[in-house]
């Protein structure tokens, strides 16, 4: 099976960085997305890394290590707006639908 | 907005009742998605949708029923549902279903109580 992991919950000040981490096992990689969830409304895309790297696009940045099965997504001076739930989505080989994790639910607090 | 839309945002039925959720994007993408979301679960995938034909039932059961008039119309008819069933349902679409870059836009949801 596919297993992606990311933490539940973090909390940060505005205008900080955070890092929010996702690690996976999947049978081959096709892609990983990043999406974003405010309460009640609906996922929105933020970034998709294919090759390993950083993807930067503007205060968001995302960073793929294939062979460490790796991803993060780097969010700097932090808003209240980006409280949110954080969605890391990994297409596996084979596959042409992301598999999701948890969520990381983001706090942001003055 | 995302282009995709989803009625009703939310519904309250019981446990004998039919009911059916829709979803319209307006993207003119040619795969939509059926997930659902419960708290602290991941979202998880029940049916895939490529230029109306179904590729995907992720072992769903089947008091859901997905149904895909055209490219643009998908439905989720609902019967005989459990408590359990409790959930976000979201619909959600892609320009295609294909290895590369598939970005899916998703519908706000809808807000399934089952009494």
């Known amino acids: 099976g596919q297993n992606i992991d990311q933490p539940t919950e973090m909390t940060a000040t505005e205008g900080a960085i955070v890092q929010i981490n996702c690690t996976y096992q999947?049978?081959?990689?096709?892609?990983l997305f990043w999406y974003q969830q405010h309460a009640g409304e609906a996922p929105t895309f933020l970034s998709y890394?294919?090759?390993?790297g950083l993807e930067e696009k503007g205060r968001f940045s995302s960073f793929l290590s294939r062979s460490k099965g790796y991803s993060y997504l780097l969010l700097k001076e932090l808003q209240m707006k980006d409280s949110a739930s954080y969605l890391c989505?990994?297409?596996?080989?084979?596959?042409?639908?992301?598999?999701f994790g948890r969520g990381t639910s983001l706090i942001v607090h003055p | 907005e995302t282009g995709v839309t989803q009625t009703p945002r939310h519904l309250v039925m019981g446990m004998t009742n039919k009911k059916s959720l829709k979803c319209e994007q307006h993207?003119?993408?040619?795969?939509m998605y059926w997930y659902k979301q419960s708290a602290k679960k991941p979202l998880e995938l029940m049916f895939v949708?490529?230029?109306?034909?179904?590729?995907e039932n992720n072992s769903v059961p089947s008091r859901f029923s997905p149904e895909c008039p055209n490219s643009s119309h998908l439905f989720l008819h609902l019967h005989t549902l459990q408590p359990e069933d409790s959930a976000l349902y979201l619909c959600?679409?892609?320009?295609?279903?294909?290895?590369?870059?598939?970005?899916?836009?998703f519908g706000p949801g809808t807000r399934l109580t089952v009494l």
């Open positions: 959600a679409s892609s320009q295609e279903l294909g290895p590369s870059y598939n970005e899916q836009f």
């Open positions: 999947t049978s081959g990689f096709n892609g």
């Open positions: 890394n294919v090759l390993d």
């Open positions: 989505a990994v297409t596996p080989g084979g596959s042409y639908i992301p598999t």
């Open positions: 993207l003119g993408h040619n795969a």
């Open positions: 949708y490529s230029l109306e034909e179904r590729v």
